[in-house]
T-cell receptor
Framework: AQRVTQPEKLLSVFKGAPVELKCNYS??????LFWYVQYSRQRLQLLLR??SRESIKGFTADLNKGETSFHLKKPFAQEEDSAMYYC?????????FGKGTRLSVIA | EAGVAQSPRYKIIEKRQSVAFWCNPI?????LYWYQQILGQGPKLLIQ????????DSQLPKDRFSAERLKGVDSTLKIQPAKLEDSAVYLC?????????????FGAGTRLSVL
């Protein structure tokens, strides 16, 4: 069965510090991994996906099939990064979301 | 382009009452999704439409939940009768046929409180 685990409910970092939001998944097929983000008072939106291998707003995420992980990283956190982040797993079945991690960047 | 529209934004009802939510997807998006997001959880898919046909409703509690997309555009999700555990945010999302099937655009959601 598909499953996404985000072990941290809340992550607090200081501005300028590195950020890593953890995501592990369980899936028997070929996975597609995504990070969705929800800023305060805004709707849920796609941040990035592993296929595109791009950096969005300074964030990157690498799919590690050996460790079944798709951690989200940013070298220097900004206050505007404070938001709720959801890791999501797709493939041949509908998207399955993790429970989310709230990132709080402290000035 | 205009985003996914949902109404109402908030709804408070008593248990055993009925409630309906409305969604208007982005123009041209043939695929429409309804999700339920309980506090502290990620969104969980309830039903997926492709045009006016149901693709996946395996997680829809069909004894009380129903959804339709009669003309392949707008959609309504109904709960009848509501239970306390139905308190959640109900999200609608849509996807363009040209994009990856997992890139979805979400509405602002309807927050339902069942008392």
């Amino acid at each position: 069965a598909q499953r996404v685990t985000q072990p941290e409910k809340l992550l607090s970092v200081f501005k300028g510090a590195p950020v890593e939001l953890k995501c592990n998944y369980s899936y028997s097929g070929s996975p597609e991994l995504f990070w969705y983000v929800q800023y305060s008072r805004q709707r849920l939106q796609l941040l990035l996906r592993h296929i595109s291998r791009e950096s969005i707003k300074g964030f990157t995420a690498d799919l590690n099939k050996g460790e079944t992980s798709f951690h989200l990283k940013k070298p220097f956190a900004q206050e505007e990064d404070s938001a709720m982040y959801y890791c999501a797993l797709g493939g041949n079945t509908p998207l399955v979301f993790g429970k989310g991690t709230r990132l709080s960047v402290i000035a | 382009e205009a985003g996914v529209a949902q109404s109402p934004r908030y709804k408070i009802i008593e248990k055993r009452q009925s409630v309906a939510f409305w969604c208007n997807p982005i123009s041209g998006h043939a695929t429409l999704y309804w999700y339920q997001q309980i506090l502290g959880q990620g969104p969980k898919l309830l039903i997926q439409f492709q045009n006016n046909g149901v693709v996946d409703d395996s997680q829809l509690p069909k004894d009380r939940f129903s959804a339709e997309r009669l003309k392949g555009v707008d959609s309504t999700l109904k709960i009848q009768p509501a239970k306390l555990e139905d308190s959640a945010v109900y999200l609608c999302a849509s996807r363009t046929p040209r994009a990856s099937k997992n890139i979805q655009y979400f509405g602002a959601g309807t927050r339902l409180s069942v008392l």
